[in-house]
């Protein structure tokens, strides 16, 4: 059965960056789209980003310029940086595993548990 | 405000069905991109429900089904259970966004 674990600081200040690690068990971080996607309290799912296991990414547009991911096969896992955050970027993170058939058809089978992130000073 | 509407809310009694809708457009659902649900209980992180439109994982019960039709989708949950109370999210691709969307969630109140 395949894991995901987020880990990383639940508090950031205003104007720095945002780093999270997500730990992938019970099966190999290759051939998949891993994925991060958040969730303000009370609103709904936000996709941020995807990175293949050959270093390929795809972020969302809206982000794409204070985003980055990266992979680390040898340790099974995968780390988001998000920069110049602000209260707005305060949501549950989660890390996902995804499904990528074609060009557009991606969707998520494994998520992780979700680590809460506040920005605040 | 998301690109895929969906009801902020909708309720059944136990045994009943309930269809949640999830409405876009030529960008999304209309141009042929297929939709995939998830369904989020309290306090978890979501969990895939349908996938492709219509496909069910292993292991999620056949009271679920995922329909698409035009700029559409609708997923439908039969014999409405009390475990079923849940937030419910659709997902598609958007090519005026370029990326991969959600829609804005459904809370399902079992009455």
């Known amino acids: 059965q395949v894991q995901l674990q987020e880990s990383g600081p639940g508090l950031v200040k205003p104007s720095e960056t945002l780093s999270l690690t997500c730990t992938v068990s019970?099966?190999?971080?290759?051939?998949?789209?891993w994925s991060w996607i958040r969730q303000p309290p009370g609103k709904a799912l936000e996709w941020i980003g995807c990175?293949?296991?050959?270093?390929?990414?795809i972020y969302n547009p809206s982000l794409k310029s204070r985003v980055t991911t990266s992979v680390d096969t040898s340790k099974n896992q995968f780390s988001l940086k998000l920069t110049s955050v602000t209260a707005a970027d305060t949501a549950m993170y989660f890390c996902?595993?995804?499904?990528?058939?074609?060009?557009?058809?991606?969707?998520?089978?494994?998520w992780g548990q979700g680590t809460l992130v506040t920005v605040s000073s | 405000q998301s690109v895929l509407t969906q009801p902020p809310s909708v309720s059944g009694a136990p045994g009943q069905r309930v269809t949640i809708s999830c409405t876009g457009s030529?960008?999304?659902?209309?141009?042929?991109?297929?939709v995939h649900w998830y369904q989020q209980l309290p306090g978890t992180a979501p969990k895939l429900l349908i996938y492709?439109?219509?496909n069910r994982p292993s292991g999620v019960p056949d009271r679920f089904s995922g329909s698409k039709s035009g700029t559409s989708a609708s997923l439908a949950i039969t014999g409405l259970q009390a475990e079923d109370e849940a937030d419910y999210y659709c997902?598609?691709?958007?090519?005026?966004?370029?990326?991969?969307?959600f829609g804005g969630g459904t809370k399902l109140t079992v009455l």
């Open positions: 996902a595993r995804g499904i990528r058939r074609s060009t557009y058809y991606y969707y998520f089978d494994y």
């Open positions: 019970g099966g190999s971080i290759s051939g998949y789209y």
């Open positions: 990175i293949y296991h050959s270093g390929s990414t």
């Open positions: 030529s960008f999304n659902i209309g141009a042929t991109y297929d």
């Open positions: 492709g439109n219509s």
């Open positions: 997902q598609s691709y958007d090519s005026s966004l370029s990326g991969w969307v």
